[in-house]
Structure formats: C-alpha cells, structure tokens
C-alpha cells in the first residue's frame, strides 16, 4: 500500500512540476498583461503544491504517514525550499505550446493539464482512507477547480466571450 502512495505521490509531484514550469515559461511568453499575472500566479500555487506533495511524500516513506494540510502549511522553512526539483527534463505542455505561440493556445493547454490533475487527485481521493490524506486531496482538488475556473474566466477575457467569471458583460440585446 505504501509504494502505491508513494508512486501516486511520485506521478502528482511530477505533474505539478511540468506546471510549474509551463507557467513560468508561458508567463514570459503571452503577451497579455493580465494573461500574465495569471499565469504567475499559478506558478506560485504549482509550486506551494510541490512543497506540499515532497513534504507527504517524505512522511510517508519514513512510515509516518500523510500529514495534515495545516502541517504542511505551517512547516515550511527556506532550507525546506532549497533544492526544489522544479524543472522536469521534459515539458509536454511547453512543447504542445511551442507549435503555436499564442495566449489562448497557452490557455487551452493550460486548461487541459488542469482537467486533468483535477481528474487525477479526484481519483486518488476515491481510495483516500486516511483523514490527513482525504482532507489534503480534497483541498488540492478544490484548489485545481479554483485554477480551472481563472483559466476559463481567462479565455472568457482574451475570446471576447461576452462573458466574464460566468457574468455577461454585455447584451447585444442592450446595445443601441
């Protein structure tokens, strides 16, 4: 049971990794300003996910077992932050990005790697025993929801959609 965790935890560090470094490339790379903010935003959250993922995986692998959010939260330290493995050998993402370079293809794939840890850490919270375990999926899985809907509202922005944060802007209806 513990190597599965583990290689679950292994699988969920790497991805939040890859996002990591797709948003701090991508930041660089789109031209709006807004789109950026985001962007850098969501590098910061990858990376508090990757602090969060290598502290439950070394707990459990001394036989300690998940630790609570709270715990993760509190115990961090600059020596905890030095030496982060952030930047995978290879980035799907960024090669998928380097096809076509533009805001909303960032947005698109972004949207896509964020369907899909949701799907990820769902799945894992489905065979979730533990308290400490349930209680940090499920704030990782409200935390990708919370990344999927900015990205959303995002393209909603750039499309101009009419719509923003799931509001209308404007009706043509309205317009005279």
């Not at 490339?25 to 985001?38: Q, R």
């Amino acid at each position: 049971m513990t190597e599965a965790v583990l290689e679950k935890l292994r699988v969920a560090l790497k991805t939040e990794m890859v996002g990591y470094s797709f948003y701090s490339e991508a930041a660089g790379l789109i031209s709006d300003e807004h789109g950026k903010n985001v962007f850098h935003h969501l590098a910061k959250e990858e990376l508090d996910h990757i602090k969060i993922l290598m502290k439950i995986a070394d707990s459990v692998e001394a036989g300690r077992g998940w630790i609570s959010f709270g715990e993760n939260a509190s115990g961090a330290s600059e020596e905890a932050d030095k030496g982060l493995p952030i930047f995978p050998e290879t980035n799907e993402l960024l090669e998928e990005f380097k096809t076509n370079e533009t805001d909303l293809n960032a947005i698109n794939i972004a949207l896509d790697s964020e369907e899909k840890a949701i799907a990820f850490y769902s799945g894992m919270l489905k065979t979730a025993v533990q308290d400490d375990e349930i209680e940090v999926l499920t704030r990782i899985v409200e935390m990708e929801k919370g990344h999927y809907d900015l990205l959303r509202w995002e393209k909603d922005a750039l499309s101009n959609s009419g719509f923003w944060m799931d509001q209308m802007e404007f009706s043509v209806e309205m317009e005279k």
